[in-house]
């Protein structure tokens, strides 16, 4: 059968080659009728694709090393590192996949927005109080996404479902314990998470 063969930059040609056939259970066997390609290359990825790396930015110790608990491999501080040289360095120039703020403060969102490469996504999870910039000089050529949105609890259900099949463990996102009579100490220790290391705090009678 004839296929386009493609042998680097500027060099692609109709060659007779062996009939397609599945080796691997990734394989998959296309037929392409038309392509219109604009000002850009065909790319290809795997289903299974992962994360390279897992970032996570942060102006307190005790959230860096919860993040690096649950799974981060790279810890930033925030104010002292380089978030934006971190990134560009570990993705050869180009910048996060995808960036999710989850503080909610002006400083915050233009970083996640400078972080993010052509064609990425900002996931903008944090609660904002005060309004912040939107660099679209900067933001409209890279073709970026950005999402915006409160927790609607549509998978709450699920996720309860997961907890007591025992398919899910929060214990480790518990940090601290209160009884009910002590309202105001949890809700102090939660605001001062920089300080006390809170993550999530549990009220019980």
Not at 5 to 32: L, N
């Amino acid at each position: 059968m004839k296929g386009l063969v493609y042998g680097g930059p500027g060099t692609r040609s109709w060659t007779e080659v062996p009939d397609p056939r599945i080796q691997d259970p990734k394989d998959a066997i296309i037929r392409i009728d038309a392509v219109t390609i604009c000002g850009t290359d065909l790319h290809i990825l795997g289903g299974d694709d992962s994360p390279s790396h897992i970032v996570v930015i942060d102006k307190a110790e005790s959230r860096l090393q919860a993040a690096k608990m649950f799974g981060a491999d790279i810890t930033v501080v925030a104010g002292a590192d380089d978030p934006l040289g971190t990134v560009r360095e570990l993705t050869g120039g180009l910048g996060a996949d995808v960036a999710m703020e989850a503080v909610g403060t002006p400083q915050t969102f233009e970083l996640c927005a400078a972080l993010v490469r052509p064609g990425g996504r900002v996931a903008n999870i944090g609660v904002h109080g005060k309004p912040a910039t939107l660099h679209l000089e900067d933001l409209w050529i890279r073709n970026v996404t950005i999402t915006t949105g409160l927790v609607d609890t549509s998978s709450t259900p699920a996720l309860l479902d997961m907890l007591v099949a025992g398919q899910l463990d929060p214990g480790p996102m518990v940090t601290h314990r209160f009884g009910l009579d002590e309202f105001m100490a949890a809700y102090d220790v939660f605001a001062d998470s920089a300080h006390s290391g809170a993550l999530k705090v549990v009220l019980s009678r």
